[in-house]
């Protein structure tokens, strides 16, 4: 059974930064793609950031030069840092491992 649970979010002012960080059970976790996710009230989840499980990365548009996805498979880890945030990245931040696997989220809340 494939657990994933969330940490490091927050309230933090605009400029600002966080890492979050998901904590995976399992011992598939270093042949998975993982990703991070991301959602306010009334819309559709986002994809942020992906990492394979070769190491390559992809990114929004919207987070591109500020987010960094990170993975350390000997951790079962993966981490986002955030920089340079801005009010529009308030949302509730799920980790995913591929194709279905997703933790409760965590809250970031970027504000002055």
């Known amino acids: 059974q494939v657990q ?3 940490s490091g979010g927050g309230l933090v002012q605009p400029g600002g930064s966080l890492r979050l960080s998901c904590a995976a059970s399992g011992s598939i976790f270093n042949v998975k793609n993982l990703d991070w996710f991301r959602q306010t009230p009334g819309k559709q989840r986002e994809l942020v950031a992906g990492i394979t499980s070769g190491g390559s990365t992809n990114y929004a548009d919207s987070v591109k030069g500020r987010f960094t996805i990170s993975r350390d498979n000997a951790k079962n880890m993966v981490y986002l840092q955030m920089n340079s945030l801005k009010p529009e990245d308030t949302a509730v931040y799920y980790c995913r491992m591929y194709p279905a696997y997703w933790g409760r989220g ?4 970027v504000s002055s």
């Open 106 to 109: 965590t809250q970031v809340t």
């Open 4 to 6: 994933l649970v969330e």
